[in-house]
């Protein structure tokens, strides 16, 4: 017998579920100051999402999903610790389960002064084509940083993906600053966050 949690729902049930577990789980509603210093009156904590068991399988599915719907050609994916790296080994657990090869990486806010000394943490992303992952992204910070530090490392980035734009502008500014396309799963209407 199997449990539902083993078979893969259709990317559409997928995409609902997932939503419906954001609103359900995620989005706090008060006043709360942003990692970029921000004052918002919601909160989504996405970790609550990319770290539940359900959520996470969701994630890797509705994100990998986005980056293939754009025709987003890549070998790993990652971003900056901490938020990025259970949306990254969602996509890792995803594309392993249509027996892909795409692995994951973490990108440490600053370079190791010990052991290798590295920056960006994982199977080498030399040479390869990357994507960074952000659960959401306010002013683009954490993955422009993912995005210097990959490039530092000889990556070549592909495009920035987030699970949910809080349509701040840092969509744009990531475009604008990195030269590549930034997508996101859900737009902050869709999970009924208005102004």
Not at 102 to 131: I, L, N
Not at 136 to 156: H, I, K, P, Q
Not at 159 to 166: E, G, L, N, Q
Not at 167 to 188: F, M, Q
């Amino acid at each position: 017998m199997t449990s539902s949690l083993s078979q893969t729902p259709s990317i559409d049930a997928a995409r609902e579920r997932l939503r419906d577990l954001i609103v359900e789980l995620a989005v706090v509603r008060g006043k709360v100051t942003l990692a970029s210093g921000l004052e918002a009156d919601y909160y989504v904590d996405l970790r609550r999402i990319t770290l539940h068991h359900e959520a996470s399988r969701l994630v890797g599915q509705v994100m990998l999903d986005l980056l293939d719907r754009h025709g987003i050609e890549f070998a790993a994916a990652g971003g900056l610790t901490m938020g990025a790296d259970p949306v990254g080994t969602a996509i890792m657990r995803a594309a392993g389960d249509q027996d892909r090869p795409v692995d994951a990486f973490v990108v440490r806010k600053a370079q190791k002064s010990y052991g290798m000394g590295r920056q960006v943490e994982g199977p080498s992303v030399e040479g390869r084509d990357v994507v960074v992952v952000e659960d959401t992204s306010t002013t683009g910070g954490s993955a422009l940083t993912a995005v210097e530090a990959l490039r530092a490392a000889g990556a070549n980035v592909v495009a920035v993906a987030v699970i949910v734009d809080r349509a701040t502008g840092a969509k744009e500014r990531i475009e604008e600053a990195a030269g590549v396309p930034c997508l996101y799963a859900y737009s902050k209407s869709e999970l009924g966050l208005d102004d």
